[in-house]
């Protein structure tokens, strides 16, 4: 799953090197979260994961070239089979497939794969708006943004006022869903698209989410 950190100079004649006889192998990562219930979301998550402005973005504070390349579908990844470094290491790799477990999700930026390429959503999950934010809390990049900016972690965003009495939840360990920083005004964001669609909007109510996956297959003959 890490396969967008990986020197494909190295690992694909590796992986010719290892790999048995009719054996394959599959590296494979998964993409931006999207909102299947609520589409116009869609644009608002590509903003704050892969925007410019280092102010209202985590875009600027990922590790590149690795999140380029998992925000490319791992479109980036050299076809092995025609590459003459891994053709001389025990015959190379007979056979390469890509596949895109995305629906919908497909990168528009990107070239369209053809039609047999694409496959059905499999990777999603059903979760509270409050459990959404504890995700974007463990995005890599807002440590960055934080140690740039400390003082985002004092700010205040006063939408959704019914948070701070409906938002407490029973269990100590739950996720605390006070405070105004990026990551919290992205989420009310968010929050406010599902809201003006007519959804589903309070800490603890479902919002669906789901994950493109990116699938390499590379066979040895």
């Known amino acids: 799953q890490a396969g967008h950190w990986f020197n494909w100079e190295k690992v694909w004649p590796e992986i010719s090197r290892v790999l048995r006889r009719n054996g394959t192998a599959a590296i494979w990562t998964y993409g931006e979260m999207r909102l299947p219930e609520y589409p116009t979301t869609t644009s608002l998550i590509t903003a704050y994961a892969q925007g410019k402005d280092p102010l209202k973005s985590l875009g600027p504070y990922f590790e590149r070239p690795g999140r380029t390349i998992l925000e490319n579908m791992l479109t980036d990844v050299p076809d092995p089979t025609f590459m003459e470094n891994v053709t001389k290491v025990r015959g190379g790799l007979s056979h390469f497939e890509r596949r895109y477990f995305a629906?919908?999700?497909?990168?528009?930026?990107?070239?369209?794969?053809s039609p047999h390429q694409i496959k059905d959503v499999e990777m999603r999950l059903s979760?509270?708006?409050?459990?959404?934010?504890?995700y974007l809390r463990t995005w890599s990049p807002?440590?960055?943004?934080?140690?740039r900016f400390p003082e985002d972690l004092n700010r205040v965003d006063e939408r959704f006022p019914e948070d701070k009495t409906l938002g407490t939840s029973s269990s100590p360990d739950d996720i605390d869903v006070s405070g105004g920083d990026i990551a919290v005004r992205?989420?009310?964001d968010l929050r406010e698209e599902a809201k003006e669609r007519g959804g589903k909007y309070g800490v603890d109510d479902p919002v669906l989410v789901e994950w493109p996956i990116a699938l390499l297959l590379a066979r040895k003959a």
Request: aromatic share 18%.
């Open 103 to 113: 629906g919908l999700h497909f990168p528009t930026h990107l070239p369209q794969p």
């Open 142 to 147: 807002l440590h960055n943004f934080h140690e």
């Open 186 to 188: 992205f989420w009310k």
């Open 127 to 134: 979760m509270r708006w409050r459990d959404v934010l504890g």
